[in-house]
């Protein structure tokens, strides 16, 4: 039992009437305290009064107030009531109750601060709404229970002897036995809202009251309940062979309550303690599935009625619970809306995590005051995979496995297959020693685990899973380019034949692109499946463990990088292709330059030769051949320097 933590007020009270009863009153500093004087029998003023303050009634059958002290006067009863709210030090002294000062009662009050008693709180709650609270007792198991509401109504006794009121009552007390009793309101209407009050009835000491014994009431706590008015009504929008998700608001305290929603008074669907829906009807139109690499982008394509071209879009995402939540204020960011045509919208993920695989619904929303409804019209499963690792034959390549900070301390795994499965090969575990060719290392601080591949081969090859126990698991394709490239020339307007190496009798292909990743995935113009594709076409020789390609009509721009492809399972082995296409207006502009230099030698020749006539400069020539005329000698010298222009 955990220590009681409270502060009492010690008020002795003794009756001067020829006898003395003397008896202690306790309570709760921030708390309440109730009790009765004994008057007398002549009926005149009650009064309480310290010192010069003082309150007294004047009419009977009602509370006076004066501060935080209240008094009640029955003229049916030989006692008063006396009621003092928010008890604190400063109460300290001498107190005197009395009828007109014919008899009195003495004592002393006196207050000592500690913490834990006399708390306070507020409840927000609407019209019919059923409410629940705890109310501490500490040590008071066996006393007697009570639950008062202020200048109103009367108070509610839980007998010591009771485990529990009639389940038929407005207001029902229940006694947990251990260090607390609960108070439940049912059906609250607007005047149920006010100030509350609930504590044990005891005498002076801190055992059981007897039958004779004087009592009181020591108020614990304070609760301030506040009712609004009920939720109206509104209408929700759906449509024929569609769904409809709804989201209605609750108060806070309200997050641990069953949920549920009804139709009539006999169709109730409720949620089970792990927040499941026990009963419902699937109208959902066939799912469908989408995967995205992290770090790109995905996009879920949306329906929605055309008349509500105006209205919010809406994507949510299951929970564990399959409820669907909307999604978090940092991270709508990412998230982007655009109507691509009538009817249908398109919802955008950027920048794709881990984090972002599970199931999306999309649709249009209508809100209200108190309720907002999405027709859902879409159910998207969204996987998430790595992006591929291309490695090259003899080389090395990094497997990065990123996963949630949750899993930092726990063992990753990298596997060929997935994880767990019967067909899994472990490559390495983040607790395993260094292997020959395979070494690993986690960061915590980046949540990563990597892993280095080295001397590559074409086994190497194939779909490689980071996994932290079962329930984390992400995928990515290793990709082998094999060392020995291929380069092919051919002119415009011919073919070309090429050819590439095979290891095994699988699946293969025939790309174009930058990269293998991207060529296989956009790029592909023929394969063993699809032989022919306009001027492409494809033939095996299986014996040698070749396989052709052939390309007809070659333009220029056919040239480019080429792939060639071997896929089993998702294991890719590539052969590099390079194709050069030479012709047609290249040859038109080699020619063309070349007759360009041509005619700028000639022109330089003549200039050369006239220069050197004009000075009297004779070639070689024409010193063994002085005989000869000019023109001769003009022949020879252009003749020979032609042969430098050459």
């Known amino acids: 039992m955990r220590a009681a933590i409270i502060i009492f007020i010690f008020i002795t009270l003794c009756l001067i009437s020829g006898q003395v009863l003397c008896f202690m009153l306790i309570g709760c500093a921030g708390g309440s305290l109730m009790f009765k004087c004994m008057i007398s029998n002549q009926r005149e003023t009650n009064e309480q009064h310290k010192g010069k303050v003082g309150i007294s009634t004047e009419i009977q059958h009602r509370w006076d107030y004066n501060g935080r002290f209240t008094l009640y006067d029955d003229e049916n009863s030989r006692f008063f009531t006396v009621f003092i709210r928010n008890l604190s030090r400063e109460d300290h002294g001498k107190y005197t109750c009395g009828n007109n000062q014919k008899w009195s009662h003495d004592f002393d009050l006196k207050v000592n601060n500690e913490s834990g008693c006399g708390t306070s709180v507020i409840l927000d709650k609407y019209v019919g709404q059923t409410i629940t609270f705890h109310c501490e007792y500490d040590k008071f198991k066996s006393h007697t229970k009570v639950f008062y509401r202020l200048k109103e109504g009367p108070v509610h006794v839980l007998n010591s002897s009771q485990s529990s009121q009639s389940s038929e009552e407005k207001i029902i007390l229940s006694d947990s036995r251990k260090d607390h009793f609960n108070v439940t309101i049912r059906n609250i209407s607007a005047d149920d809202g006010g100030v509350y009050l609930c504590g044990v009835e005891r005498d002076g000491s801190d055992d059981q009251p007897s039958e004779t014994s004087i009592t009181h009431i020591t108020f614990i706590k304070e609760i301030q309940l506040n009712v609004y008015g009920g939720i109206a009504s509104v209408q929700v929008q759906a449509y024929s062979s569609k769904s409809v998700f ?251 034949s090429i050819s590439c190496k095979f290891i095994r009798n699988h699946m293969r292909i025939f790309c174009r692109g930058d990269q293998p990743n991207i060529c296989v995935r956009d790029g592909v113009r023929v394969s063993s499946n699809t032989r022919t594709n306009g001027r492409f076409s494809v033939t095996d020789e299986t014996s040698a463990g070749v396989f052709t390609v052939n390309i007809t009509d070659l333009t220029e721009e056919d040239s480019g990088k080429y792939w060639c492809a071997e896929e089993s399972s998702g294991s890719f082995v590539f052969t590099e292709v390079h194709l050069h296409v030479i012709g047609g207006s290249s040859m038109i502009v080699a020619i063309s330059v070349g007759l360009i230099l041509l005619a700028m030698c000639l022109v330089l020749v003549l200039l050369k030769i006239k220069y050197n006539r004009k000075h009297g400069i004779i070639s070689s020539s024409d010193r063994r051949e002085t005989g000869d005329h000019d023109m001769v000698s003009f022949k020879t010298d252009l003749f020979l320097n032609m042969r430098k222009c050459q």
């Open 246 to 496: 709804i989201t209605c608001k609750f108060p806070q305290e309200f997050r641990r309550n069953k949920k549920f929603i009804q139709k009539d008074s006999s169709q109730k669907i409720i949620v089970d303690e792990q927040n499941q829906w026990v009963q419902h009807v699937d109208h959902f139109r066939a799912s469908s599935k989408a995967s995205a690499v992290i770090g790109e982008s995905v996009k879920l394509t949306c329906d929605f009625p055309e008349k509500h071209g105006e209205t919010f879009k809406h994507i949510c995402r299951e929970n564990e619970q399959k409820i669907c939540e909307s999604i978090s204020s940092s991270e709508q960011k990412r998230f982007e809306f655009s109507v691509s045509s009538a009817g249908v919208f398109t919802a955008i993920i950027s920048n794709v995590s881990e984090r972002d695989a599970g199931v999306y619904w999309c649709g249009a929303e209508t809100r209200d005051t108190h309720l907002t409804s999405v027709s859902l019209t879409n159910q998207h499963h969204l996987t998430v995979t790595m992006p591929p690792v291309v490695g090259r034959e003899g080389d090395s390549s990094e497997i990065k496995c990123p996963y949630n900070a949750k899993h930092s301390s726990e063992v990753k795994h990298l596997c060929k297959g997935k994880c767990f499965t019967e067909d899994a090969q472990n490559i390495i575990r983040s607790d395993e020693a260094n292997k020959p060719k395979i070494s690993a290392k986690d960061d915590p601080e980046l949540n990563l685990f990597t892993v280095t591949l080295s001397e590559l081969r074409a086994e190497d090859a194939g779909i490689y899973w980071c996994a932290v126990r079962d329930e984390f698991n992400l995928h990515t394709d290793l990709m082998i380019v094999m060392k020995d490239a291929v380069t092919r020339e051919a002119s415009v307007g011919g073919s070309v």
